[in-house]
Structure formats: C-alpha cells, structure tokens
C-alpha cells in the first residue's frame, strides 16, 4: 500500500472517530439510553446511517459504479442461513455491547479522547476474539 | 463557526456522515465498512498458538482498515479532547433517575468516572464492566461475523437478512444486560 492509500484511510477514520464522539455515540450514558427507550438520539442516529448507507449502496449496485482505482464494486452477501450463529452470537455482543457502554468503534475513539483505561477492554476484546478463535468449530453455526 | 467543533452534534447530522461512511470507503477503495474485523487482524498477528481462524494474510487483508481504526484514534483525541465539550450530556432525565438509583454518581463525561478509571479497575463492578464486557464484545462480534458498524450499517445498507439476524441479537443482548443483569452487577 501506498503511503496516499494509507493517508486516504488515516483520514476516513479520522473523520469517523470525531464524529462518533461529537454525537456521542462513544458515551456509555448514552447506550444505557437507549436500551431503556428514553430517548431518540441513538436510534435517529442510527437509523439516519443506514438510510444514507442504504440509499448510496443501492445507487453503487445500479449504476455499477467503479471504485477509484476503476475496480468494479462488489459486496459480498453473508450466508443468513446460519442462523444460530447470528442469533447466538449476536446476542452475545448485545450483553457485552450494552455492559461496557461500547462498540468496537466507540471503544477505540474514547481511547483517543484520552481514557487510557480502554485499553483495558480492548485487550479483553482482542482476548475474546482470540477464544472465539479457538472454539470456532466446537460452537455452533 | 468553531463552536460547532466544540458542540455535540444532533443525531440528524451525524447519522448521515456515519451512513456516508460505507459509500466513501466503496469508493474510494472498494472496502466494506467493519470495525471489529481489526481484532481478528491484531490477533492474526501475533497467532502465538497457530490457530487455523487467524491463519491468513492480515497484512493484505487488514492494513487499511487497522489505518482507519488509528485514525478514528486520532478523531477521538481530536473531538474529545482538543475539542472537548466542556458540559455534561443532555441525558433524558429518566435515565439520570434511573442510573442515580442504581449508584452511578458521576454524570460529567462520556462515560462515568465510577467505572471507567484505573481505580475503578480494582472494584468488582469496574472489572466486570471493563474486562467481561470488553471479552463479550470481541467474542460476540467474531461469532456474529460482524459488530454495528459491519452489520447494523453495512449490512443493513446492503439489505443482508444475516445482519438483520444479528442486529435483533445484538438488541436481545443488550436489552437483557440492561434490564436484567446490570441492576445486580450494580447493586
């Protein structure tokens, strides 16, 4: 990779990291919110990306939009029929999500607005995704 | 015009950006937007006990994504703490009510200094908090092939039934660690 590829990705996450703390998408407070429906912020939020994500992934599959490099754009499908998987590990992530108040984004910009202490579940999630790892072909799918 | 750096921005603008995300990294380098497929990267990188999941070239894979996980570093670092807003979060009053009852004291940050300081780390509540949710973030993500960013936005946009699977998991999770677990783990 090019040093302009690696600059070019710098800034989209760059970009991505601001925004998830200015909307506060980073705060625990505001996960806790959204779990017990108090407030809109976090659904709107999320419901807004999607939208926008939706409408742009769908002009890109029509008009058969090349990337930058003048690569066609594919997306590869996920295989929904398995179902265990995503209902069980999904649900997983959900207790974890909700417990530390932080997604895998999240958890790594509120470590650069300077909680030293995220590295801590950082770690913890790289454990985790090492055990999964592991135990991948004894758990169901 | 630079208070807005310092404001908290509303939900209608900054769900479009992050929604803007996936088209931008489609175009500009054919990538799907996915945050936590980094950890599989980083233990990929040091598979010290030569497990077959994270046998694969990470470095092809995943040093443009590991590129972005720093610059959303540098993003936090930027709005939380060069651009710091210096007022607490506009919480609804029924979630301060709520937490408050359940002992959570500090409502000043992003996050409650009652469990995420170094100190805090050396409580039961704080370790639990920090380590097993951090555990069952990164194991749920990897099982679910996906974390919000993967499946809530990407797989969304790109209407995946799978995604929609793991988003109705990702809420059945959450809603039960809210409403169920948290009061024990905090009382």
Redesign the interface.
């Known amino acids: 990779m090019k040093f302009s590829e690696y600059l070019k990705y710098l800034l989209i996450g760059t970009f991505f990291g601001f925004v998830l703390v200015k909307s506060e998408v980073v705060s625990w407070f505001r996960i806790q919110e959204m779990f017990r429906f108090d407030a809109f912020h976090m659904y709107g939020i999320i419901g807004m990306a999607i939208i926008v994500g939706l409408i742009s992934v769908q002009i890109i599959k029509k008009r058969n939009v090349k990337d930058t490099q003048g690569n066609p754009i594919t997306i590869p499908p996920k295989d929904a029929s398995q179902v265990t998987r995503y209902v069980v590990g999904g649900s997983i992530f959900g207790l974890g999500w909700a417990l530390l108040g932080a997604c895998p984004g999240p958890m790594f910009a509120l470590l650069g607005s300077g909680l030293t202490i995220m590295l801590i579940p950082i770690a913890a999630a790289l454990v985790g995704t090492y055990t999964y790892g592991i135990l991948r072909d004894r758990l169901p799918h | 015009m630079l208070d807005l750096l310092y404001?908290?921005?509303p939900?209608?603008?900054?769900?479009?950006?992050?929604?803007?995300?996936?088209?931008?990294?489609?175009?500009?380098?054919?990538k799907?937007f996915g945050?936590?497929a980094?950890?599989?990267h980083?233990?990929a990188s040091c598979n010290f006990?030569n497990?077959?999941?994270?046998n694969y070239d990470w470095k092809t894979a995943g040093?443009?994504?590991l590129?972005?996980?720093?610059?959303?570093?540098?993003?936090?670092?930027?709005?939380?703490?060069v651009f710091?807003?210096p007022e607490p979060?506009q919480?609804?009053s029924?979630?301060i009510a709520?937490?408050q009852a359940l002992g959570i004291q500090d409502?000043n940050g992003?996050?409650?200094d009652d469990?995420?300081?170094?100190s805090?780390?050396g409580t039961g509540t704080g370790l639990?908090?920090?380590?097993?949710?951090?555990?069952?973030?990164?194991?749920?993500?990897?099982?679910?092939?996906g974390?919000?960013?993967g499946?809530?936005?990407?797989?969304?946009?790109?209407?995946?039934?799978?995604?929609l699977?793991?988003?109705?998991?990702?809420?059945?999770?959450?809603?039960?660690?809210?409403?169920f677990?948290?009061p024990i783990?905090l009382s």
């Open positions: 404001q908290p921005w939900w209608y603008v900054a769900g479009p950006i992050i929604g803007l995300i996936v088209p931008l990294l489609l175009i500009m380098g054919g799907m945050v936590s980094n950890l599989r980083i233990c006990a497990v077959e999941f994270f040093k443009w994504n590129t972005f996980v720093v610059g959303s570093i540098i993003g936090g670092f930027l709005a939380g703490s710091a807003n979060i919480l609804a029924s979630t709520e937490l409502f992003l996050v409650p469990l995420f300081t170094w805090a780390l639990i908090v920090l380590v097993i949710g951090g555990f069952l973030v990164g194991f749920g993500a990897r099982y679910a092939g974390c919000t960013s499946h809530a936005i990407s797989g969304l946009s790109d209407l995946q039934l799978a995604s699977i793991a988003v109705i998991g990702f809420f059945i999770g959450g809603l039960i660690m809210t409403w677990i948290y783990i």
